[in-house]
């Protein structure tokens, strides 16, 4: 791997490469430790719909689901104990990476069932039987950005439990999302856990939040609004790694850096490509900035090993220029606060409906097993 590579460009300038898909075939055909060897991949994120696709090719899984047939477990263990299986199995393989950054890289996340979205109480007790049976210290519980998610993540970082926070979409969602980060850190420091050990993301969603806006600028159809198009995702973006400078900056985040905390670090999710008409790379070239991660399907790390164009820091210094976007889309009168409720709401029903797909996948498994 020559230095010249985009990716490695892209790592150099202090984004993280983690790859958004997992299935045991990637790890037992060793695909997923060439990722690391030849394009910078230091991470991986899953989700029910990642799983779902996993298990529906499913004879890599045959003789555990014999197993597991043969053990009387019903689908809800079954899913547990394959899903936990497959995260921890990465974990090992990102093991090194996590060790050669001191544990800021080399994580894997897996999701608390959708259904808890809005429970709390739910959402913790999952979230700490996820990180026991992972049992792994790269390991991410990913939890979701809704009201009752805040809570969750909360005790779960006061638990000394390493947080993924997916589904945001809004400014200030993602400012409750770093308060929630901060008062779960000043909670584990109160209890005594060592604070350095504790590490977290905060996944905000790109190009969804463009579909949605460009399906409403279309519907205006004035020329005005369609030179609008696909500027709302990198533009919300931008203004989120404002947020996460401007709040690790206050003396609050400082005293509990100052005792070993970790920065939340911003994740940009959702980086496919939704419209053919963009570049491919559209979502990584221009969010690039120091200190965060990029999660992207296996398609836009191709993309961006093969034809990027990474030309150091494009988010520092766009805020006016994002914040005009933004406010000449409002001036076209979408609200920008009924879009994001909306994905927010979307984003958990999608992922409820991929999590009822991966039961039905395993039941059928179970019971061809038996």
Same mark, same amino acid.
């Given at each position: 791997?020559t230095n010249?590579?985009?990716t490695t460009k892209?790592?150099?300038?202090g984004?993280?490469?983690?790859?958004d898909?997992l299935?045991?075939g990637?790890i037992?055909?060793?695909?997923?430790? %060439?990722l690391?060897d030849?394009?910078n991949?230091v991470?991986v *994120?899953?989700?029910? #719909?990642?799983?779902a696709?996993?298990l529906s090719?499913? %004879?890599?899984?045959?003789?555990?689901v014999? %197993?597991l047939?043969?053990?009387?477990?019903?689908?809800? +263990?079954a899913?547990?104990?394959?899903?936990?299986d497959?995260?921890?199995?990465?974990s090992?393989?990102?093991?090194?990476v996590f060790?050669?950054s001191?544990?800021?890289?080399?994580r894997?996340?897996i999701?608390?069932?959708?259904?808890?979205a809005?429970?709390?109480?739910?959402?913790?007790?999952?979230?700490k039987?996820l990180w026991a049976?992972?049992n792994?210290?790269?390991a991410?519980?990913?939890?979701?950005a809704?009201i009752?998610?805040?809570e969750a993540i *909360?005790e779960?970082?006061?638990?000394?439990?390493s947080?993924n926070?997916t589904?945001?979409?809004? $400014?200030?969602r993602?400012?409750?999302?770093i308060n929630a980060y901060?008062?779960g850190?000043?909670?584990?420091?109160?209890a005594?856990?060592?604070?350095?050990?504790i590490?977290?993301v905060?996944?905000?969603?790109?190009?969804?939040?463009?579909?949605?806006?460009d399906k409403r600028l #279309?519907a205006?159809g004035?020329?005005e609004a369609?030179?609008?198009?696909?500027?709302?995702?990198?533009a919300?973006?931008?203004?989120?790694?404002e !947020?996460?400078?401007e709040?690790f900056a206050?003396e609050?985040?400082e005293? $509990?850096?100052d005792?070993?905390?970790?920065k939340q670090?911003?994740?940009w999710?959702?980086?496919?490509v939704?419209d053919?008409?963009?570049?491919?790379?559209?979502?990584?070239t221009?969010l690039?900035a120091?200190?965060?991660?990029?999660?992207?399907?296996e398609?836009?790390?191709?993309?961006?090993?093969?034809?990027?164009?990474? +030309?150091?820091?494009? !988010?520092?210094?766009s805020?006016?220029?994002?914040?005009?976007?933004?406010?000449?889309?409002a001036a076209q009168?979408i609200?920008y606060?009924?879009? *994001?409720?909306? $994905? %927010?709401?979307?984003?958990?029903?999608?992922f409820?409906?991929?999590?009822n797909?991966?039961?039905?996948?395993? #039941?059928?498994a179970l019971?061809?097993?038996?």
């Amino acid at each position: 791997m020559t230095n010249s590579t985009p990716t490695t460009k892209l790592s150099d300038a202090g984004v993280s490469i983690w790859l958004d898909d997992l299935s045991r075939g990637r790890i037992e055909t060793g695909n997923l430790q %060439e990722l690391i060897d030849t394009k910078n991949v230091v991470g991986v *994120t899953t989700n029910p #719909t990642i799983f779902a696709g996993a298990l529906s090719n499913g %004879e890599v899984y045959a003789a555990q689901v014999a %197993e597991l047939a043969a053990a009387g477990k019903n689908v809800t +263990e079954a899913v547990f104990e394959i899903t936990t299986d497959d995260v921890a199995r990465a974990s090992d393989i990102f093991r090194p990476v996590f060790d050669a950054s001191n544990g800021y890289d080399g994580r894997v996340s897996i999701e608390v069932e959708p259904g808890l979205a809005h429970d709390a109480q739910g959402t913790i007790e999952q979230a700490k039987a996820l990180w026991a049976k992972v049992n792994k210290p790269n390991a991410m519980i990913k939890i979701p950005a809704t009201i009752e998610g805040l809570e969750a993540i *909360t005790e779960t970082i006061a638990a000394g439990i390493s947080v993924n926070v997916t589904l945001i979409f809004s $400014l200030d969602r993602y400012r409750a999302v770093i308060n929630a980060y901060l008062t779960g850190l000043e909670k584990a420091k109160a209890a005594g856990i060592d604070l350095s050990t504790i590490h977290s993301v905060a996944s905000f969603f790109v190009s969804r939040v463009d579909t949605e806006i460009d399906k409403r600028l #279309t519907a205006i159809g004035t020329d005005e609004a369609l030179a609008l198009k696909s500027k709302a995702g990198v533009a919300n973006a931008q203004l989120a790694y404002e !947020v996460f400078v401007e709040s690790f900056a206050t003396e609050r985040a400082e005293t $509990l850096l100052d005792a070993g905390a970790n920065k939340q670090r911003p994740l940009w999710a959702s980086t496919g490509v939704k419209d053919p008409s963009l570049p491919d790379t559209l979502y990584v070239t221009q969010l690039v900035a120091n200190s965060v991660v990029n999660t992207m399907p296996e398609k836009t790390l191709e993309a961006t090993f093969d034809h990027g164009v990474i +030309e150091g820091d494009s !988010v520092t210094g766009s805020y006016a220029d994002a914040n005009e976007v933004l406010d000449a889309i409002a001036a076209q009168g979408i609200s920008y606060d009924d879009v *994001t409720l909306l $994905l %927010e709401k979307e984003g958990v029903e999608k992922f409820i409906v991929s999590w009822n797909e991966l039961l039905d996948t395993v #039941t059928a498994a179970l019971e061809a097993a038996k």
